[in-house]
């Protein structure tokens, strides 16, 4: 579907958890269904875009649209989205100024194969979700979805970011088993492991995921194997993305191919 077919939604609420990060929700339109761990294309006017610039506001209105995981559940009556502002990125230099009220505009195509309707049944015992950056966003919405809680026995949740400012959403994590976990029978017990790298934090790895993985320290740290029994995600900076999966193939996981295999996974930039 192009993105002339986008819808208007609307801005209710933001959370700004850095200089560089925020996080908002919007209306969900009517009949938009999308599976947890997906993304869409969202947009803005190119009129708002120019507002702040020195150049007159086009006489029609165009739109530029990006994509973004959603990281709400598929339940949830409302979309939330996690950003972060690009340095001088046309689109998130402007989103960040968003109000409470402004106008978005929704492709209601959802994308992406990070979801875990990709893996063939049965599930194995364990669930490995790998972040960084904003790319924690789709396992938010895969964790508020109570289909992940009855299918895995352990669900492990890796989130690295630069400083410990720039770890988003703690009470959110904190509380998902309590939360989702706790409406389903015999619910996965789950493992948070944040990493901060940039700064000495007491508690926490401070180690990129390659080389945890590489050192076993993740294993260490939850008593969950990492191995080719394992279900693994993987979201966020590219060149994370592709040294971790080479760290997990070192290990004897396997690309997901057709349902069958260990790694999925998603650039988030
Ligand atoms: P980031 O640089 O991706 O860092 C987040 C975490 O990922 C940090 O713990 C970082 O560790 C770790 N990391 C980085 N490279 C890695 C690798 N190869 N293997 C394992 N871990 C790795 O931080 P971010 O805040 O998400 O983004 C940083 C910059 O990227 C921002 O300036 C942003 O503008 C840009 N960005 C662009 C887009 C886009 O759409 N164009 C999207 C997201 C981010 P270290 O501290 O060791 O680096």
Avoid at 99 to 111: A, I, M, R
């Amino acid at each position: 579907m192009s993105d002339d077919s986008a819808v208007a939604i609307t801005v209710l609420s933001k959370t700004v958890w850095s200089p560089t990060l925020f996080s908002f929700t919007t209306t969900r339109p009517e009949g938009f269904r999308f599976e947890a761990g997906q993304f869409v294309r969202l947009g803005m006017a190119a009129s708002e875009l120019a507002a702040n610039a020195d150049q007159p506001k086009p006489a029609i209105t165009a739109r530029i649209f990006r994509a973004y995981s959603v990281a709400s559940s598929p339940y949830d009556e409302v979309l939330e989205f996690f950003s972060v502002v690009v340095p001088d990125g046309a689109f998130t230099s402007q989103l960040q100024h968003l109000q409470v009220g402004d106008k978005l505009y929704l492709n209601p195509t959802p994308f992406g194969f990070l979801t875990l309707s990709r893996y063939q049944e049965p599930v194995p015992k364990t669930l490995w979700l790998l972040a960084t950056g904003t790319g924690l966003a789709p396992f938010l919405s895969i964790l508020q979805d109570l289909y992940v809680w009855e299918k895995y026995q352990d669900i492990v949740l890796v989130y690295s970011a630069r400083t410990t400012q720039e770890l988003a959403y703690q009470e959110k994590i904190n509380n998902l088993a309590d939360e989702f976990g706790s409406l389903v029978e015999n619910a996965a017990c789950f493992h948070y492991l944040p990493i901060v790298t940039r700064e000495k934090v007491a508690g926490c790895l401070s180690e990129r995921i390659p080389k945890l993985i590489d050192d076993d320290e993740l294993t260490k740290a939850t008593g969950v194997a990492l191995d080719d029994t394992a279900h693994v995600m993987l979201c966020g900076n590219p060149q994370m993305v592709e040294d971790t999966k080479e760290a997990l193939k070192a290990q004897g996981l396997t690309m997901n191919r057709r349902g069958v295999g260990n790694i999925a996974v998603e650039n988030y930039w």
